[in-house]
């Protein structure tokens, strides 16, 4: 098709080679669950289009949103001037937030979300009379996003920390934590991972501004589920090393986990979080990271007394105005009861993988389920598959993996999980 292959000369995919371009299906409409292609197909979007379209595609009373706050004002900047959509919206945010997570920074995507987090725990500790406090610590296995300070938090294997040589700055690692999300717990730190952040602030800590996490669910550094219990000792261990926790929630956020956010699994509170993808309901690039006052009162005691980061589209007012109709949604019904109602499901479909030869391990939380196998997947084949059985699934490495939007009926999960264990017995 002509449209196609002028694209393939021109524009660039995610993680994609301009002289060697990946396969794309052209998406005329996405509505509900369904990617409508261009050539009559259609697919279920089993990914939630990367984890943002929680509620399904197009929600009627987000492009309603949408529609009558372009009418109005599309955008204008945020420095100097303020607008009701931001109002609102953060009147319904931190209504929903834990409390004391209260001071809220908007952008543009979820790695400036990241960067601004890392900005904010540096500047408090440097306000707080600890220059040398510049360094963050992380595990893992984790994903914080493509930006160069996001990019060098991800796990340095899966990440893209070898592409970049030394352009990449270091940071501190400890490993992924052991225990799984349905292991017991062990107090024991050597057994629970713990006990190399102990070593590590014991070490380092003078020199740390912060720990970045994701809580619970390691998405795209690796899709692993680790034990709540964790991020207690974590923050235990924060608290007594004087160093800020930052609470990752891009991906997890909103419900995904089959509670309303990844850290209630835990009961515990970051000083910093970041939210995104969801946030809009998968309308529109946008991000918040969120401090406590603590934090905020501490940047405004430094030397500039300011936090110094300042987006051109700030607080857009049609992300705003998403976002807020978005919470709405999210507030009308318990999205947390369908991801574990989906989960249910996942888990029961794709037990019988456990016996393929070709997979390692099978595990499930809330509304995403993973199989992953022993051997990287045929990423062409399976592109090709998806539209043949009408489900989008995009595997990466050895990871096939389902989050589908939480509005998926039973029979739709089956045809997912029917399409992952066709994939996962080999093509
Ligand atoms: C997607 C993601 C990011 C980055 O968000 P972008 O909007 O892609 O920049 C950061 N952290 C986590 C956990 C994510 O899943």
């Known amino acids: 098709m002509e449209a196609l292959s002028f694209e393939r000369q021109h524009i660039w995919h995610p993680y994609s080679a301009m002289s060697a371009p990946s396969p794309v299906h052209l998406v005329d409409k996405a509505e509900g669950i369904w990617l409508h292609l261009e050539n009559g197909g259609k697919m279920i979007d089993a990914m939630s289009s990367w984890w943002c379209a929680a509620y399904g595609h197009a929600p009627e009373t987000l ?29 319904k945010l931190v209504a929903l937030l834990p409390h004391g997570l209260d001071r809220v920074f908007y952008s543009d995507s979820g790695s400036v979300a990241v960067e601004v987090a890392v900005k904010m725990a540096v500047q408090a500790q440097i306000a707080a009379g600890h220059p040398a406090r510049t360094q963050i610590a992380t595990a893992r296995g984790g994903y914080h996003g493509d930006t160069w300070k996001a990019m060098s938090l991800c796990d340095p294997e899966t990440g893209m920390h070898s592409h970049f040589g030394r352009a990449v700055s270091a940071q501190h690692f400890v490993p992924t934590p052991p225990l799984v999300f349905d292991d017991e717990w062990l107090d024991e730190p050597k057994q629970n991972g713990l006990a190399e952040v102990e070593a590590l ?72 979080l970041c939210l995104g993808k969801a946030l809009t309901g998968g309308i529109m690039s946008f991000a918040a990271t969120i401090a406590t006052a603590d934090v905020a009162e501490r940047i405004g005691q430094g030397n500039p007394a300011a936090l110094m980061h300042g987006p051109t589209f700030m607080a857009n007012p049609l992300a705003c105005a998403v976002a807020g109709a978005a ?35 099978i595990r499930v939380l809330g509304a ?47 045809r997912i999980t029917a399409a992952m264990l066709a994939i996962a017995r080999g093509l």
Request: net charge neutral; aromatic share 10%; hydrophobic share 45%.
């Open 368 to 414: 995403i389920g993973v199989i992953e196998m022993k051997d990287p997947l045929p990423m062409d084949r399976v592109h090709a598959f998806c539209a043949s059985e009408g489900v989008w699934l995009r595997p990466f490495g050895r990871l096939l993996y389902a989050m589908p939007p939480f509005i998926t009926q039973p029979e739709d999960v089956s």
């Open 327 to 361: 919470l709405d949604l999210w507030r009308s019904r318990d999205w947390s009861a369908e991801a574990r109602r989906i989960g249910v499901q996942l888990r029961a479909e794709l037990a019988s993988a456990a016996t393929y030869p070709t997979v390692a391990d």
């Open 63 to 91: 492009v309603a949103a949408l529609k009558s706050q372009a009418d109005r004002m599309p955008h204008v900047m945020f420095g100097g001037l303020t607008h009701q959509p931001a109002i609102t919206l953060t009147r």
């Open 201 to 272: 602030f014991a070490r380092h800590g003078a020199d740390i501004a912060a720990f970045i996490i994701e809580p619970v669910v390691q998405g795209a550094g690796g899709m692993r589920f680790y034990h709540p219990a964790y991020l207690r000792g974590l923050r235990a261990l924060c608290d007594h090393h004087g160093i800020l926790l930052i609470f990752d929630e891009i991906a997890t956020g909103f419900g995904r986990t089959g509670a309303a956010f990844t850290m209630d699994h835990a009961s515990v509170r970051p000083d910093i």
